[in-house]
């Protein structure tokens, strides 16, 4: 099984990932060796990595370079392979990094490398940069995930690959070189309508993305520059899309044999997007042992001391006594306001309620939500119960729409001071999140449906025992049951182009926040606590990435 992935996020200090994509995928190679899936990842070695975040007194994003010791991590391979871009040989190497299992088998992760004396200039800077450049610079870099992911896998030994897992479009070229060695195993040179069946036989397809925006395609020049004038691969039906488009998602789902969506209403959504194609829903998940804090983790060994292997078994979270709970999120909790006190110098206090929102800074995300109408939010926080709200995440260094976002939040941190503490912790990364998600006592989330194909921040919250309070969409459409799991902003039923107003859904949070949230956390502590144990055994149980792997290895990878 090879698991190609844009970006993968196995550590803090390897910095191949930005967001959700890359942490996931870690996650699931993670479980992967935990259930001893015979797997190779294959992803590319971001050199300059993703950036640093700095945010200045003026709310405004920086970006710092965020260069990373690849020696002190990663072990360098002594295969080497090539590729065409543009007509030019760009040589590459590989490094690796293993991920090993419960039991202590190892799945090993691949990074492709294009930084070799051999290359010109700016051939070694294709895997410098994740994301980065424009589209030009972003095709050359698929051509290397997906071609060459597949060659340097011969050159070290992969000769039998039974499936090829896409997890998103921007590996669906190495359906091109595995269709190039259909032909030449045929005794070929042009592929054919049957080298695309055998093709699609061995390929799984993941899609992330809700809307048709969020696809890449390029133009059909541009590819045919950057891949080679290849009339066969151009000319088979179902590549193509729009006429003048090479479009990497309506690939993955032309050259697979089994295509899902992240989550049972983005399946639905992507099944509407995409008609016509069979697509089926994982939902996606979290490694429990990756995100669960210190103390919970030692209040599981106490009670449920399978929970490592087993993850379903977090269903005896039921039985653990509730001081228990709450002593163990209190000491997560300190350690969240330690940290927020040290590094923004904001002073927030251990008995008031705690809201978080830490993900990518987006405008569909809608993190000022909640700041609509500050003049409400300040008469909750004084009349109901005192809020205090911990915010992170970074905005991609090309969306103004998301540097726009932070700043709003800003502002409105500088409005509210008088009334809601506020703190913006700079530089968003995997142990932040893992501090946020635990550390807070309520998890805020506010997509615009139905832009939230999944997420997984609720997902690693529940984890540890705080209820989620959300707009339904994502996985959250599953996770929700309202006072026993978290809350609900909205109407659970209008989505994007069907009426959905920002005012509307404000209202509902606030109603809600002041009417239910509030009195429940500050006048009934132990139906509080319940909230927070059901989180843990309803969805922390189930919401994790060794039941989704369970059904990636039945529905996916050994499909026939």
């Not at 972003?138 to 039998?160: A, C, F, K, T």
């Not at 182009?497 to 132990?526: C, M, T, W």
Request: glycine share 12%.
């Amino acid at each position: 099984m090879a698991y190609f992935s844009m970006e993968i996020g196995l550590e803090e200090g390897i910095h191949t990932y930005s967001g959700g994509l890359g942490v996931l995928a870690g996650d699931t190679i993670r479980s992967a060796a935990d259930f001893r899936v015979p797997m190779a990842a294959v992803t590319l070695l971001y050199r300059k990595g993703h950036f640093r975040q700095e945010i200045g007194d003026d709310g405004w994003q920086r970006e710092v370079a965020a260069a990373w010791p690849v020696e002190e991590h990663l072990e360098e391979m002594g295969a080497r392979t090539a590729v065409e871009v543009e007509g030019r040989t760009v040589h590459l190497r590989a490094w690796k990094r293993e991920v090993t299992g419960i039991d202590g088998f190892a799945v090993p992760v691949y990074f492709i490398d294009s930084d070799l004396s051999e290359n010109s200039d700016w051939d070694r800077t294709l895997t410098h940069h994740l994301y980065g450049g424009d589209d030009h610079y972003r095709l050359s870099q698929e051509v290397i995930l997906g071609i060459g992911g597949v060659r340097i896998l011969r050159e070290l030994g992969y000769g039998d690959v039974k499936s090829f897992h896409m997890n998103e479009g921007h590996a669906a070229l190495l359906t091109l070189e595995i269709l190039d060695e259909a032909a030449r195993a045929a005794g070929r040179r042009e592929v054919t309508e049957e080298d695309k069946r055998a093709v699609q036989d061995r390929c799984v397809f993941t899609t992330h993305t809700p809307v048709p925006a969020g696809h890449d395609k390029f133009p059909i020049g541009l590819a045919r520059k950057v891949i080679g004038d290849r009339d066969d691969f151009f000319g088979l039906g179902g590549v193509l899309y729009e006429g003048n488009l090479l479009n990497m998602t309506y690939l993955g789902l032309n050259m697979s044999r089994y295509i899902n969506g992240v989550a049972k209403k983005h399946g639905e959504i992507s099944r509407l997007l995409f008609a016509g194609y069979c697509i089926d829903a994982i939902t996606n998940g979290v490694h429990v042992g990756r995100w669960v804090s210190p103390p919970f983790a030692e209040l599981f060994d106490r009670h449920v001391p399978m929970w490592r292997r087993d993850n379903f078994s977090l269903r005896y979270a039921l039985s653990i006594p509730r001081e228990e709970v709450w002593s163990a999120h209190t000491e997560a909790k300190r350690r969240l306001l330690g940290y927020v006190r040290e590094e923004a110098g904001v002073e927030m206090e251990e008995e008031i309620l705690t809201i978080g929102f830490a993900r990518r800074a987006t405008p569909y995300k809608r993190g000022d939500l909640i700041f609509r109408d500050g003049e409400r939010l300040a008469r909750i926080s004084r009349g109901a119960g005192e809020i205090q709200l911990v915010y992170a995440g970074k905005a991609h260094p090309r969306d103004q729409g998301g540097k726009e976002l932070i700043r709003r939040i800003f502002q409105a941190k500088d409005a509210l001071r008088d009334d809601i503490k506020i703190a913006y912790l700079e530089d968003y990364s995997m142990t932040l999140g893992g501090m946020i998600t635990s550390g807070v006592d309520l998890w805020l989330n506010t997509p615009e449906p139905p832009m939230e194909a999944s997420g997984t921040s609720g997902m690693k919250a529940a984890l540890n025992g705080v209820p989620s309070f959300s707009v339904l969409d994502g996985w959250w459409v599953e996770g929700h049951i309202e006072g026993l799991t978290g809350w609900s902003i909205g109407d659970p039923v209008r989505g994007k182009g069907e009426g959905r107003d920002n005012s509307r859904d404000a209202a509902s949070l606030y109603e809600k926040l002041e009417g239910v949230i509030i009195p429940l956390f500050y006048q009934d502590r132990e139906g509080w606590t319940d909230v927070m144990i059901h989180s843990v055994a309803i969805n922390g149980s189930f919401f994790n990435t060794q039941r989704m792997m369970q059904e990636y290895v039945l529905n996916a990878y050994y499909l026939r």
